[in-house]
């Protein structure tokens, strides 16, 4: 008997710290009720003031045949920016900047 108040006791003092868990990690990221950077991005581009990712990605390939190996979001110069990252055929890595309300190339990095 004693043996099994010690266990419950034991799964109670636990219960709580599961509770406290933080739901959505902080990264340092500005706070967006929970929020990710993906759900942020898609209501710009609903609400008309940030480009979809795929008209970037249909421009990049136009200029510069090749793939899409990855794309974040920050800022370049103060406004919101995409940072696509882009393999060419023969291999090279080039990293464009494109301004995320205009869709237009800022610059390019590598290749």
Do not use: C
């Amino acid at each position: 008997m004693k043996r099994l108040l010690l266990i419950a006791a034991l799964m109670m003092a636990a219960v709580p710290a599961v509770g406290s868990a933080q739901r959505y990690p902080d990264y340092g990221r500005p706070a967006y009720g929970g929020r990710g950077d993906q759900d942020v991005a898609r209501d710009a581009v609903r609400g008309g003031r940030q480009v979809p990712l795929s008209t970037v990605i249909a421009n990049i390939a136009a200029r510069t045949p090749g793939r899409q190996l990855n794309t974040t979001q920050g800022e370049a110069g103060g406004r919101p920016a995409y940072f696509v990252q882009w393999q060419t055929h023969d291999g090279r890595v080039i990293i464009f900047v494109v301004d995320a309300q205009s869709g237009q190339i800022i610059s390019r990095q590598g290749g």
